[in-house]
């Protein structure tokens, strides 16, 4: 059972009271809102806001793959040894991940065709890189976990034009290389790879080609696989398209004609040629907690749409849907959330999985292991939860406050609750492994929640209220929306899109407010009893750019069927909460006292 209190009234009214102009200038304008944080704060004597209760007998779910710790592997753009995978991190943040937290869950790792190519007169070099290329591959599949090897790059000389971005023109000898590649890691070493067509194909940035070339291009490489697996009777996950947003393809599509992307296109095209499909990937990046929960012109998310277009087209419902790309984004390659301020992105990634695993994901992959800089490209990246000094020789480099929140996800239990939290923005992840009970508490407030919700359901609009809010956005109109400068009822517009704006009103009002203040939340463990080992971890502010994951507190508790404490939940923080089962102690037992022999007398 889980609940969440009232919030208690209080001079700082939303913006739709008759104080608005005052009370909401000072505390939505202001991050820092110090003196509405003065009159708005929970007393000490007041209930805690929010509450947590869990009876720790009640039936649980194995841990959904969702929330397992997975990661695309990309990093860097650029090293000096050309025998290691250009935009593979760096080993040693390989090998910081491996040690900590390992590779059970699932890895993508770009497969770079071109670059294999370069290399073709050097059979040495080319060997040592297929090798480092198979030794991460290797790792991963022994550790019981999934690669989604990303194929892509087009050799010199199979392109229209001379870039690994070109769709190859010779599409039968591109086929037998990539045959070549899949058939030594899946069908003789027997790998356990998830093979995937291209990156971001919809971008001219990364594949510079129409939907046909695209699509012809997954044919050939299908057929390689239908091949290899008639011969070997192996059988080869393929799929794709791993498009910049589950809607686009190379025509700049928008959200409103989903029926125009490039994954119905595919879904259509391997239905019609008899093609596998084993699994749908896309990239998603946003601020926004749960862009999976977009409503499209369907009335549907685009989860459950995309299983409509499965089972229309006679494939499985349930094939898996992968998020293989994203990360907290508000369309800048450097941003201080993910870095100086990483403890903001940090706690943007369990509410995004949360709502990922609610939406009905299969799987995701966060990008990335570790930052671009200094590659040939010229691209600059923070997304990694690694940062890296580009100017050293040596390796110098180390974990963001973003990596520390794997660790923490990897601490979870076995066993999952489905008890949550009903707010906006404060949510829980509670599991168990055998008697050792885990709740992770995060509090993320979206920076964009308002243009956020807008976006979200837009796609329900008609024509014209579409228009409408797409001309409050672009002008200046929606800030003095959102600061109660302009009255909502004076607009001339429908009731329906009245009600969008007043719900983006409120919930900037409470952005605004809870980015400012603490909340207090109080935990409740019932059915919970003996002795116990208590740790709590936290990720906040005071980290910056990273801290060590080491408890903030530790204590042996003696907890007699219910346990109770009561948190306070700082803005952008993570806390995960572990009591783990102490051996009962053996009672002392009281020395028997040795009785002295008294000497028997002797007579002469």
């Keep these: 059972m889980t609940k969440s209190k009232g919030q208690n009234k209080s001079q700082c009214q939303n913006p739709k009271s008759k104080t608005k102009v005052l009370s909401f200038g000072i505390c939505a304008l202001t991050l820092s809102c110090a003196l509405c944080f003065g009159i708005c704060h929970l007393t000490s004597a007041q209930e805690p806001e929010l509450e947590f209760t869990l009876d720790v007998t009640s039936e649980t779910t194995p841990l959904p793959k969702i929330f397992k710790p997975s990661m695309d592997l990309s990093g860097r753009g650029f090293h000096r040894d050309t025998t290691w995978p250009q935009g593979l991190a760096a080993a040693e943040a390989l090998d910081a991940w491996g040690k900590d937290i390992g590779f059970s869950g699932m890895y993508r790792l770009q497969y770079n065709l071109w670059e294999i190519h370069q290399l073709a007169k050097d059979k ?36 229209r034009v001379l870039d690994k971005k070109s769709p190859p023109v010779n599409l039968r000898a591109f086929k037998e290389i990539v045959k070549g590649h899949i058939k030594n890691l899946s069908c003789e070493k027997r790998y356990n790879i998830w093979y995937e067509v291209w990156s971001a194909p919809d971008l001219d940035d990364f594949f510079l080609g129409r939907k046909s070339e695209y699509l012809h291009v997954y044919r050939a490489i299908a057929e390689a696989v239908k091949e290899l697996e008639k011969e070997t009777k192996v059988h080869i996950p393929l ?70 277009w499965l089972g229309y087209f006679k494939f499985d419902r349930a094939t898996p849907l ?46 990335s292991l570790e930052d671009f800089q200094n590659n040939k490209e010229g691209v600059v990246r923070n997304t990694g939860v690694f940062w890296f000094d580009p100017e050293h020789t040596s390796y110098k480099g180390g974990p963001k406050s973003s990596y520390q929140l794997f660790k923490m996800l990897n601490l979870l239990g076995g066993n999952f609750f489905s008890a949550d939290l009903k707010d906006e923005f404060t949510g829980v992840l509670a599991a168990k492994e055998a008697d050792t009970i885990t709740v992770l508490i995060y509090n993320y407030i979206d920076t964009q929640i308002a243009t956020n919700f807008l976006s979200r359901n837009i796609a329900g609009l008609n024509p014209a209220e579409r228009r409408t809010v797409l001309g409050i956005v672009q002008s200046n109109k929606l800030s003095r929306i959102l600061s109660g400068q302009l009255d909502i009822v004076t607009l001339r517009t429908t009731a329906r899109v009245k009600q969008l704006l007043e719900k983006a009103q409120d919930l900037n009002y409470q952005a605004a ?84 022999e008294v000497p028997a007398e002797t007579s002469n």
């Design 124 to 159: 040495d070099s080319q060997n040592k890189l297929l090798s480092n290329y198979e030794g991460i591959i290797k790792r991963i599949s022994d550790a019981g976990g999934i690669v989604i090897l990303d194929i892509f790059g087009t050799p010199a000389g199979l392109g």
């Design 239 to 308: 799929g794709g398209p791993s498009v910049s947003a589950w809607f686009q393809n190379a025509e700049a599509n928008t959200v409103l004609t989903p029926e125009h992307s490039l994954i119905y296109e595919l879904i259509k095209f391997c239905y019609h040629y008899h093609l596998p499909l084993d699994f749908i990937s896309w990239h998603s990046f946003s601020t926004a907690p749960g862009p999976e929960k977009e409503t499209t012109i369907y009335k549907k998310t685009a989860v459950a749409l995309i299983r409509d």
């Design 322 to 367: 992968i998020v293989d790309e994203w990360n907290y984004d508000r369309n800048a390659n450097v941003l201080s959330e993910r870095q100086s301020q990483s403890y903001i992105s940090a706690s943007y990634i369990p509410t995004r999985l949360k709502n990922m695993h609610k939406e009905g994901l299969d799987y995701q992959l966060y990008f």
């Design 513 to 596: 407010k809870f980015a400012a203040q603490p909340r207090s939340l109080k935990l409740k463990l019932q059915k919970l009893q003996g002795r116990f080992a208590y740790q709590r971890y936290v990720i906040d502010a005071s980290c910056g750019r990273g801290c060590d994951l080491k408890p903030a507190q530790e204590q042996d508790l003696n907890i007699p069927g219910t346990y109770e404490e009561v948190l306070q939940v700082t803005p952008y923080s993570v806390q995960l909460v572990v009591l783990k089962p102490l051996p009962e102690e053996k009672p002392q037992l009281e020395p028997v006292p040795v009785k002295e």
